[in-house]
C-alpha cells in the first residue's frame, strides 16, 4: 500500500502508486480476504479523501477542519475532546486544527460552564455561513460512483460499521 503523505517538501499528498492512481483496477490482495479487504478500503478512502480535498480547495479547508464544520453545524458548541475524538485524533492535534480555524475566524472558544476543565467550540458568523457556501458531504460525494445504487451504498455502510465494531473488539 502507498503511503498518502506530503512529500519532502511538503506539496501535499503524493499518492502515486498503481493501486491509487485513476481508472486502475486497484487491489492486489483478494477481496474476500481481510487482507484485501483492508487494502480495498484504503484505497477507496484515499480517493474519497483526493475528492473531497478538491471540493473544498476553493473554501480552503482541509478536510479535518471541513469534518469540524459540519459536527459544527450539526450541534454547535462541541467539547474540544469531543471534536478530537470524532476526527479520530489526539486533542493536540484538534487543538492545532481549532487554532487555525480560530485565526481563519471560523470558529471561537469559550469556557465549559458544566466542566471548567474542558473548553467549547462555536461558529462564528464566518463558520456559519461556510455552511452555506460548501457543499455538504453528500452532495460532495453526489454522483462519483454510477452504478452503485442507494441501497447499495447502505449495505456497504452496514458492512464497515460492523466491522469498525468487530476490530474495537
Not at 474476500?32 to 484515499?46: Q, R
Amino acid at each position: 500500500m502507498c503511503a498518502d503523505v506530503a512529500d519532502e517538501r511538503g506539496n501535499g499528498p503524493q499518492a502515486t502508486c498503481a493501486p491509487c492512481a485513476p481508472g486502475t483496477p486497484g487491489v492486489t490482495a483478494e477481496y474476500g480476504s481481510f487482507a484485501g479487504v483492508a487494502e480495498l478500503i484504503d484505497i477507496v478512502a484515499k480517493k474519497l479523501r483526493r475528492l473531497q480535498r478538491q471540493t473544498i480547495e476553493a473554501d480552503n479547508l482541509t478536510p479535518t477542519q471541513y469534518a469540524v464544520l459540519n459536527m459544527l453545524w450539526e450541534r454547535d458548541g462541541r467539547p474540544l475532546g469531543e471534536l478530537a475524538s470524532a476526527c479520530c485524533c489526539a486533542p493536540s492535534t484538534i487543538t492545532g486544527i481549532v487554532d487555525t480555524m480560530e485565526k481563519h475566524r471560523l470558529v471561537s472558544r469559550a469556557p465549559n460552564l458544566d466542566d471548567r476543565r474542558s473548553l467549547l467550540v462555536w461558529l462564528t458568523e464566518k463558520g456559519q455561513a461556510l455552511k452555506h457556501a460548501t457543499p455538504d458531504s453528500e452532495a460532495m460525494f453526489e454522483g462519483c460512483c454510477p452504478g452503485i445504487a442507494p441501497d447499495e451504498v447502505r449495505q456497504l455502510g452496514e458492512l464497515l460499521a460492523r466491522l469498525n465494531t468487530a476490530l474495537d473488539g
